[in-house]
T-cell receptor, first 117, second 112 residues
Framework: KAGVTQTPRYLIKTRGQQVTLSCSPISGHRSVSWYQQTPGQGLQFLFE???????NKGNFPGRFSGRQFSNSRSEMNVSTLELGDSALYLC????????????????FGSGTQLSVL | AQSVSQHNHHVILSEAASLELGCNYS??????LFWYVQYPGQHLQLLLK??????LVKGIKGFEAEFIKSKFSFNLRKPSVQWSDTAEYFC??????????FGIGTKLQVIP
């Protein structure tokens, strides 16, 4: 079974631009959640999509948005980029919606390293 | 609201030394607890998890963690570390229907 695939692997943007990151979950997984990882802040939850609907949201500004398609693939968009948005963005897939089963496991992708100049 | 604290941000050990990484959480209800590991250049992978039952859980590569409910702790341990254990370790908590919360991470460096 293929793992979670994130594209692109690396991205360089300038302030004010927008960016779209893509995540393909493991086949059959319906939940995709997004995380921001920075050295100073650790791993922070952005949001989760399940069956094309946002189910949970972390404490990030509205510049961070996402969507999920009928095939469970998800995209995350960041508009009006700021220097502080430079980070590794990880997505994870799970069979069911987060927190609904005790057998839940998160499978992480390798991430997209975003650098904002 | 739930939160996770990892007290040691950077740990340096010699090979064969014993390891204990602290993790404390705050949440009043039932929790699921996880430890994830990220080896250099690789992505996050689940090390071990606690849902219920025996509070001492064993994971991969000789790691174990003990859930102490009265202390709201889920410390990660390994009796004898190896150079290949050099990585960043994240504790995570998922309480009920709230979002999962990760700790800031602990970088472990094992010196041969």
């Amino acid at each position: 079974k293929a793992g979670v695939t994130q594209t692109p692997r690396y991205l360089i943007k300038t302030r004010g631009q927008q960016v779209t990151l893509s995540c393909s979950p493991i086949s059959g997984h319906r939940s995709v959640s997004w995380y921001q990882q920075t050295p100073g802040q650790g791993l922070q939850f952005l949001f989760e999509y399940f069956s094309e609907t946002q189910r949970n949201k972390g404490n990030f500004p509205g510049r961070f948005s996402g969507r999920q398609f009928s095939n469970s693939r998800s995209e995350m968009n960041v508009s009006t980029l700021e220097l502080g948005d430079s980070a590794l963005y990880l997505c994870a897939s799970s069979l069911e919606q987060l927190f609904h089963t005790t057998n839940e496991k998160l499978f992480f992708g390798s991430g997209t390293q975003l650098s904002v100049l | 609201a739930q939160s996770v604290s990892q007290h040691n941000h950077h740990v340096i050990l010699s090979e064969a030394a014993s390891l204990e990484l602290g993790c404390n959480y705050s949440y009043g209800g039932t929790v699921n607890l996880f430890w994830y590991v990220q080896y250099p250049g690789q992505h996050l992978q689940l090390l071990l998890k606690y849902f219920s039952g025996d509070p001492l859980v064993k994971g991969i590569k000789g790691f174990e963690a003990e859930f102490i409910k009265s202390k709201f702790s889920f410390n990660l341990r390994k009796p004898s570390v190896q150079w290949s254990d050099t990585a960043e370790y994240f504790c995570a908590v998922n309480g009920g229907y709230q979002k999962v919360t990760f700790g800031i991470g602990t970088k472990l460096q094992v010196i041969p």
